[in-house]
């Protein structure tokens, strides 16, 4: 027994007799079932936690629908008398599909009553909703607590609310949009591939600009030959391989490799590694010269064609930037290619499923 529960029998809110609860201010008894029990030790919480008055909360408060009428549990009125929170109780014993009803049935009677909050409780769980009524109906979301009495009314408990109803927006939009597409195994694949590459690939630009590029620069090479792509091209073969090989088991079936011990086929796994890095960096460099078509023509010190896409790799862009701001001329071609990476890995391993399979 609860210390609620306790404090209302001391104070004589509630008398219990052998097989009977009574309700002293509302002057009202039922039978002590399990379901009874619950009600009584939600109806002590509104009194002694919410500090609602015992003249707002109503017991079996009746409800016309249609041509019969249903009892809610418990209503609390407010200060007008006017439905303020329906409270739906359950015994402790139910399960989920029962609690997922009793939410339903809730629901039903705020569509007669127009309350601003739902309670649905089995004592062991319990939750909580703001309704709210529109033009284009009801809409509901799910709060943490029900706000205590003349809480509601104060400017920091409508900023509460207010942060609730946002986090109930996106919240219903994942779970109309995102959650059913979620359980889809190859966007599950896809989710995981993206975040695999997009690390490496930041990985690798940030390793190119804080060692590689400044040994280039030291070694002479962009005054000759080479440029930043080629300097690029590195990391981007290096993040690559890298997210193929953290990926090897998601692409590569067990299936394509014939080898018994654990050793060998680790072996073999590795060299289908670097066959799939090679695949996939074909359609990569393609998809780059369609967005960074280095003229190599512009040299190692142009200045004025700096600021035109087609100079990206040269040094003058490159000299552009802050020093903390250089991961950038490896970055952005990164993010370009993220998609390419992602995509051809996956269409890859769906190609070695199917070779792995008539082979």
């Given amino acids: 027994m609860s210390n609620y529960l306790l404090q209302a029998q001391k104070e004589g809110a509630i008398r219990f007799y052998k097989n009977e609860i009574f309700y002293s201010a509302s002057n009202v008894g039922f039978p002590l079932t399990p379901e009874e029990q619950v009600r009584a030790e939600i109806y002590v919480k509104i009194l002694y936690h919410y500090r609602y008055p015992a003249e707002r909360i109503a017991f079996e408060y009746p409800v016309k629908m249609g041509s019969s009428y249903k009892r809610v549990d418990i209503l609390i009125l407010d200060e007008f008398q006017k439905p303020f929170c329906i409270v739906e109780c359950k015994k402790s014993s139910i399960g989920e599909s029962t609690f997922e009803e009793a939410i339903e049935q809730a629901f039903s009677y705020d569509n007669h009553l127009y309350a601003p909050y739902i309670w649905v409780t089995s004592g062991k769980r319990e939750i909580f909703f703001k309704s709210e009524h529109s033009s284009q109906g009801r809409r509901r979301y799910e709060l943490n607590d029900l706000p205590k009495f003349g809480f509601s009314q104060q400017l920091w408990y409508k900023i509460y609310e207010a942060g609730q109803n946002i986090w109930g927006f996106f919240k219903d939009i994942y779970t109309e949009f995102f959650a059913p597409t979620l359980r889809k195994r190859w966007f599950a694949r896809l989710l995981l591939f993206l975040v695999v590459f997009a ?20 070694q002479k090479w962009l005054q000759k030959s080479w440029t930043f792509e080629h300097l690029f091209y590195i990391s981007a073969s290096i993040s690559t391989l890298a997210g193929i090989w953290i990926l090897r088991h998601s692409i590569i079936p067990d299936d394509l490799l014939s080898a018994s011990k654990a050793q060998e086929k680790a072996k073999q796994r590795n060299n289908w590694v670097l066959i799939v890095t090679i695949l996939v960096l074909i359609p990569v460099y393609f998809w780059l010269k369609l967005f960074f078509n280095y003229d190599t023509k512009y040299c190692y010190g142009c200045q004025p064609c700096a600021t035109e896409w087609r100079c990206w790799w040269s040094f003058a862009h490159f000299r552009l930037y802050t020093r903390p701001e250089r991961i950038w001329e490896y970055l952005t071609p990164s993010w370009v290619i993220l998609g390419v990476q992602t995509i051809s890995s996956l269409l890859v391993s769906e190609i070695l499923k199917w070779y792995a399979a008539i082979r």
């Fill in 199 to 218: 690390l490496c690939n930041w990985l690798a630009s940030w390793a190119n600009i804080a060692w590689l590029t400044p040994y280039a620069m030291e």
